[in-house]
């Protein structure tokens, strides 16, 4: 392992005022988005949708870094040039999605474990040839009445340890993604609870297997209500609980943090983390790493004029720019 290679890495990706953007969506959730929005689920179309994404004029003021899904990273703009090579030109990183999903835990009915160690090593490889610097691992959870349980928590930090050691080892920078789902009637208080358990037993994890903190991100959701709680929370609160359960129980000298939005409200997400960025300085970079709460509107005006291109480019980047914003805590609704 190359630690001042991670550390300049992790560095770069955590540069201000920029975030990470999740292009990483797999063919199955990306057939989801696309269906509801009337466009088929086909190589070309996912390639179009993609090459406006990677081709956005200007993004690279806001966004420091791009989360592929294997499809993507060998895919081609109409010109014939690979989106990676577009994306170095403009001095953003290439990061790659490699878990493969997620499976059915053995006797936890309802409980996820997410697979992909399988031959990790030989794709690690081959993305780095490809110009990826950094990887990401999702990991989720669900709030229910006796989930997530201790067994999840455990199996799922043991998955996310390996992977962040391999990667490490060809000094790619992992992204480490808890994700603690906002599905349920939870209350804010629960969702802390839940969060920092899950922290304390993955960072132990880390510990154990000898993972290089600082090159790590961690992408997590933000302590949130659920969406059919009763009682919702305004930013301050949701800013306060969050950053008071990554004071305790994520490591000080971790590499950075950054959000993922999780399908909360686009906007919410941004006024969430501007309210995080408000008082004193954090101990730790922190940022955005959207998928939904940046492309939404993007997506949603290429499928209704998939020829102009421009508004839909326009659209995304006022979203990146806006986040940009918030990660200084200067965006205004
Ligand atoms: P969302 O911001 O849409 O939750 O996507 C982020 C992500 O990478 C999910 O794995």
């Known amino acids: 392992m190359d630690k001042i290679k991670l550390i300049e890495i992790t560095a770069r990706l955590m540069e201000s005022p920029k975030g990470i953007l999740a292009i990483d969506e797999s063919l199955l959730t990306c057939g989801k988005r696309f269906e509801t929005l009337g466009v088929p689920n086909t ?26 899904f294997d499809e993507t990273i060998k895919q081609f703009t109409k010109e014939k040039r690979t989106f990676t ?59 229910g009445e006796n989930t997530p349980s201790e067994d999840c928590m455990r199996e799922n930090a043991r998955v996310l340890g390996k992977y962040a050691a391999l ?5 790619i920078v ?16 629960k969702c802390y609870e839940v969060t920092s358990k899950n922290f304390d037993i993955i960072f132990a994890e880390m510990w154990k297997l000898g993972v290089f903190i ?13 969406k059919d709680a009763a009682e919702k929370a305004s930013p301050e609160k949701i800013a306060e609980a969050t950053l008071r359960c990554l004071k305790a129980h994520v490591p000080v000298g971790i590499g950075g943090i ?35 709460a940046i492309q939404n509107p993007a997506l949603q005006s290429w499928a209704k004029n998939p020829e102009d291109i421009n508004s839909a480019q326009e659209l995304l980047v006022q979203m990146a720019r806006n986040n940009s914003l918030a990660s200084i805590g200067e965006y205004k609704k």
């Open 258 to 292: 950054v959000f993922l939005s999780g399908g909360q409200a686009d906007e919410d997400a941004t006024l969430n983390l501007n309210a995080m960025h408000q008082g004193e300085p954090l101990p730790w970079p922190l940022t955005f790493s959207y998928g939904r």
């Open 174 to 189: 992992p992204i480490i993604e808890p994700e603690v789902l906002i599905d349920g009637d939870h209350n804010i208080e």
């Open 167 to 171: 990667c490490q080892e060809f000094s």
């Open 214 to 226: 600082p090159g790590v991100i961690l992408k997590t959701s933000m302590i949130l209500p659920g």
């Open 85 to 143: 090579s577009i994306l170095q030109t403009k001095g953003v990183n290439i990061g790659i999605k490699v878990d493969q999903g997620l499976t059915d835990l053995s006797l936890h009915p309802g409980e996820k474990i997410t697979q992909g160690l399988d031959g990790l090593s030989e794709r690690l490889k081959e993305y780095k040839n490809m110009g990826a610097t950094f990887a990401k691992w999702r990991a989720v959870y669900t709030i």
């Open 43 to 68: 190589e070309e179309k996912r390639r179009d949708y993609r090459e406006l994404l990677v081709t956005a004029p200007d993004i690279e003021k806001y966004i420091s870094g791009y989360i592929f």
